[in-house]
Each structure stands twice: as C-alpha cells, then as structure tokens.
C-alpha cells in the first residue's frame, strides 16, 4: 500500500488512511469573496479527489453573519444532500445566548451531528465557564460529542471544562502548541491543525508530544483542501503519526457517538481501517 506523501505526490486519492477533516465552513460570507462557497457539488469533488472521507462543517461567518437558524440551515442542507461525507457541526453564537440550547436541540433533531462550533469576532465576549454554556456542555457530554471554538480562550478555562464535561471532546480550532501540552494528559482535548503554517510546525509538535492530540483540518472550502491535509503529507514523521492526525484520531473520536459507523470511510481502502 501506498503512503500518505506518495499519494500526495502523485496526484491521487489518499486511500491507505482515513481522511477526515475536522475543521471546515459552508455558506455565504459577508466579509470575503468566495465564488463557489454554496457549490455543493465542487465540495464533494474536491473531497473525491483528496481522498477525504469526511468533513465536519461548520456555518460561514460563525456567529455572527445571520441568524444562528439560518446559517446552520445552509449546513445541514448541504448534509442533506451527502450524509454520509458531511457531517454538520451546530453553530452557536454569543449574540444569541437565550436561543443557543434550543438551536441545538433543533440541530439534533434534523440528522448526524458532530456537535458544537463557536467562534469569538463580532461577539460579547464570553469562555468556558460562561453561564449560557452550561445547558449546552450538558447536552453535549450525554451524547458524547464535539465542541469546538476557534480558540479556546484561558488554560485554566479548558482544563476546568474538560475536568467537569468528560464525555464531550474539546476541540481548539486553530493549532496551538499550549493545547497539546494539555492534551498530553485530557484524553478528551484536541488541538486542530488548521493554520499550522511555520514550516514543519507538525514534524516538530508530534516530536515533542506524539501524534495522539491532533487532528487535521483546512477551513475548507473558504480555504483549499490541500491547506490542511499538505502539511501532514509533507511532515518527517512515520506514516502512524501522519495517520493518526489525517483521520485515525477523528474516527476515535466518532467511535464513542452513537450514529458512526466504519462504513462511512467509504473513500479509505478496508485494510486500511481499524478493526
């Protein structure tokens, strides 16, 4: 079987792994100029020829560019349309902190969902700890899912939550190398690779703390695929490290939710896949 950099290099599908980005938008923006933001089908084609299984999606302009409601309507369309590749995340905002619990009741309601995204820009400011979380984090940790911020804020915020909500997964958005000393020792933190952009930042990371805190992801489609899943292919580490950031971690990760199953890796070789 092939690895992860001779597929890359080559041009092909990655299949001699699971490939599943967990860091990823969909719909409209307000503040930038993407033509092919709402091409559904250029998404799934550019996920073809990536070899990615999967992409966990949040809305465009998190928090911030419409109605809570009507951004994440233009994800779980989209899902809609390809549920077994798109799997939504509920987009939750600070401006809308009395109608946050009952948008993500309304989220669980309509299919798969990996669990919550929040982002920080054009919102009250607000952490972990705050009081309109609380309801949401609970949720979150009966179902076992994600939560996800774009950064997520003091240390000592994320290490009380992680302490208090074991079941759900917390996932800092944007790499951060603080995170993954944490993570060493939460089983349920997660630093995402999104943004990773020194040179060899994940050669380095995984040679200072393993490759068991990180999972991949692009902010595709606002950026190209290839933005996150370059610099794994590209990384100096043995191909078990590069897979367990491209998808392994993530599959760990859906294990432990009630509606994964392995048959959903459709574009991973079955060998390939955990047993």
């Known amino acids: ?73 233009y994800v779980f369309a989209f899902a809609d349309q390809y549920p077994d590749r798109i799997i939504p995340y509920c987009t939750l905002s600070a401006n809308e902190q009395d109608g946050c619990l009952a948008e993500l009741k309304r989220c669980l309601g309509r299919g798969r969902c990996v669990g919550v995204k929040m982002h920080v820009y054009y919102q009250p400011p607000y952490t972990l700890r705050s009081d309109f979380l609380q309801p949401i984090f609970e ?35 944007h790499a951060h190398p603080q995170v993954n000393d944490y993570a060493k020792n939460y089983s349920n933190l997660y630093d995402c690779t999104c943004a990773a952009q020194p040179p060899d930042w994940i050669t380095n990371e995984v040679r200072r703390v393993g490759s068991s805190t990180m999972l991949v992801g692009s902010d595709f489609p606002l950026f190209c695929l290839a933005f996150g899943v370059g610099m794994v292919a590209y990384a100096q580490l043995p191909e078990g490290d590069k897979q367990n950031i491209l998808g392994l971690n993530a599959v760990r990760i859906m294990e432990r939710i009630s509606w994964f199953d392995k048959s959903l890796l459709k574009r991973t070789k079955e060998e390939a896949i955990p047993a």
């Open 1 to 73: 079987m092939s690895t992860i950099y001779e597929q890359v290099l080559r041009g092909e599908p990655i299949d001699s792994s699971p490939f599943i980005d967990t860091h990823g938008h969909f719909g409209p923006w307000s503040g930038t100029c993407i033509p092919y933001a709402m091409d559904r089908g250029r998404v799934i084609g550019e996920m073809d020829r990536f070899g990615c299984d999967m992409l966990w999606v949040s809305a465009s302009d998190p928090g911030w560019g419409d109605a809570m409601a009507v951004k994440n309507d």
């Open 139 to 173: 949720v979150l940790n009966e179902h076992k899912l994600v939560y996800i911020n774009h950064v997520l804020m003091e240390p000592a915020d994320y290490c009380w939550a992680v302490e208090k909500y074991p079941e759900i997964t917390f996932v800092n958005g």
